[in-house]
T-cell receptor, first 116, second 115 residues
Framework: GAVVSQHPSWVICKSGTSVKIECRSL??????MFWYRQFPKQSLMLMAT?????????EQGVEKDKFLINHASLTLSTLTVTSAHPEDSSFYIC????????????FGPGTRLLVL | AQTVTQSQPEMSVQEAETVTLSCTYD???????LFWYKQPPSRQMILVIR??????QNATENRFSVNFQKAAKSFSLKISDSQLGDTAMYFC????????????FGQGTRLTINP
């Protein structure tokens, strides 16, 4: 399967600051990446679909101006949590859909965000 | 819209036993994939097994196999000879092939393998 990295693996920040999370596909070029959020003991909630070279598609209820997504290349997508608040504390996971016959999403290890 | 339902929030079995996790889904699509993902305490999502809807043969991966009943929209996972390392959350997921290829997840089943 595809190897996906995320950086950082965990981050603690003060309320009001912005945090950037990187998602890299290490062995596939991916035109499509996905960002999820997961609360403790719950399932994954899709936040947005990140498309290389175009604007991300956000799920209903997800604030576009709050969660900025940039898919700058075929191997890198970033999620920026702007003006973070304690309620943004969560586990954020990205996934890669290689496409071209590989119709399976492979996940990064996740990023734990704690906003104080 | 598609929905995926896992009706067993928690399950617990002894090591070496066989366990079956249930999953049902609802869709009007004809072409889709179904997946089982495992999330151990590290929280890394790991693909366990995949089933293409157009294939009648049930997928198998070593100790893991599925019972795919397309007409009943059922997709259960059987784990044979369970091991301590199988302890994890298991998520059933659906992905249609046309349009936005988003995964739709079930609520998850927490599986504990006891020594």
């Amino acid at each position: 399967g595809a190897v996906v990295s995320q950086h950082p693996s965990w981050v603690i920040c003060k309320s009001g600051t912005s945090v950037k999370i990187e998602c890299r596909s290490l062995d596939f070029q991916a035109t499509t990446m996905f960002w999820y959020r997961q609360f403790p003991k719950q399932s994954l909630m899709l936040m947005a679909t990140s498309n290389e070279g175009s604007k991300a598609t956000y799920e209903q209820g997800v604030e576009k101006d709050k969660f900025l997504i940039n898919h700058a290349s075929l191997t890198l997508s970033t999620l920026t949590v702007t003006s973070a608040h304690p309620e943004d504390s969560s586990f954020y996971i990205c996934s890669v859909l290689p496409g071209q016959g590989v119709e399976t999403q492979y996940f990064g290890p996740g990023t734990r965000l704690l906003v104080l | 819209a598609q929905t995926v339902t896992q009706s067993q929030p928690e399950m617990s079995v002894q090591e070496a036993e066989t366990v079956t996790l249930s999953c049902t889904y609802d869709t009007s699509e004809n072409n889709y994939y179904l997946f089982w993902y495992k999330q151990p305490p590290s929280r890394q999502m790991i693909l366990v097994i995949r089933q293409e809807a157009y294939k009648q043969q049930n997928a198998t991966e070593n100790r893991f196999s599925v019972n795919f009943q397309k007409a009943a929209k059922s997709f259960s996972l059987k784990i044979s000879d369970s091991q301590l390392g199988d302890t994890a959350m298991y998520f059933c997921a659906f992905m249609k092939l046309q349009g936005a290829q988003k995964l739709v997840f079930g609520q998850g089943t927490r599986l504990t393998i006891n020594p």
